[in-house]
């Protein structure tokens, strides 16, 4: 399935069928936060997080091409990634688009 950024998809016409997402929520385990944390203290990127959100990105995705799959739809145009914080060490990854048919 084509996933882009983009509102227009370049040579091809489509029919809008609607919004899909996908989003999964993520933690790590404490010994990992904690470690994360005295690296929070010298600087330096905290790996262990930076492998999380890159996994959560992955899940959401699937997850938004399994929703468009289900409906039908060619490619997801305007595709956006958002984040937020819900507990201490725990963020949910969300990612959603528009749905579309090629026509």
């Given amino acids: 399935m084509l996933i882009v950024t983009t509102n227009e998809i370049p040579g091809k016409n489509f029919e809008v069928i609607g ?3 996908g989003s999964t929520v993520q ?3 404490a ?3 904690i470690g994360s944390g005295l690296k929070n203290l010298v600087g330096g990127e905290m790996k262990k997080y930076t ?3 890159g996994k959560s990105r ?3 995705l699937e997850r938004l091409e399994q929703q468009a799959s ?3 739809a060619d490619a ?3 595709v956006r990634y958002c984040t ?3 507990a201490q060490g725990a963020a949910e990854m969300m990612v959603y688009g528009t749905a579309v048919k090629f026509i």
Avoid: C
């Fill in 27 to 29: 933690a790590v385990n």
């Fill in 84 to 86: 937020s914080e819900l």
């Fill in 19 to 21: 919004m899909v997402s």
């Fill in 51 to 53: 492998e999380l959100m």
């Fill in 31 to 33: 010994i990992r936060d």
């Fill in 76 to 78: 997801v145009v305007a």
């Fill in 58 to 60: 992955d899940i959401a």
């Fill in 70 to 72: 289900s409906l039908g």
